[in-house]
């Protein structure tokens, strides 16, 4: 896994921010299953997807994440309806996405 998306599950399970992983590094196969992109940063072990639970609401997560943003600029991020996914990596595009529209 990257050193980058690392640092930054540690910074949500610090801050007691409760969330789920949907997907993480991934095989080809896998990835494949899923309809992964053909370049998913889930191949490397750059990227995440995960979901509010709990007591931590969709809009918090992403508030953390944004937060997170200003110490440590993500590559990119897609808002789904239903889960986000962030990644980090050499890439350094910052982008934003939001499928929710």
């Known amino acids: 896994m990257n050193l980058f998306l690392m640092r930054f599950l540690e910074y949500l399970l610090l801050s007691n921010t409760h969330f789920i992983v949907t997907s993480a590094r ?8 899923c309809n992964g992109a ?3 940063q889930h191949l490397t072990g750059e990227a995440i997807d995960i979901k509010p639970y709990g007591s931590t609401s969709f809009n918090k997560l992403l508030e953390m994440i944004y937060d997170y943003d200003r110490l440590s600029p ?3 991020l897609i808002i789904y309806p239903t889960f986000i996914h962030v990644s980090f990596g050499p890439r350094n595009r910052h982008q934003v996405i939001d499928k929710r529209k």
């Open 38 to 40: 053909p370049n998913s």
């Open 74 to 76: 993500f590559d990119q």
């Open 26 to 33: 991934r095989t080809p196969e896998q990835n494949k299953a």
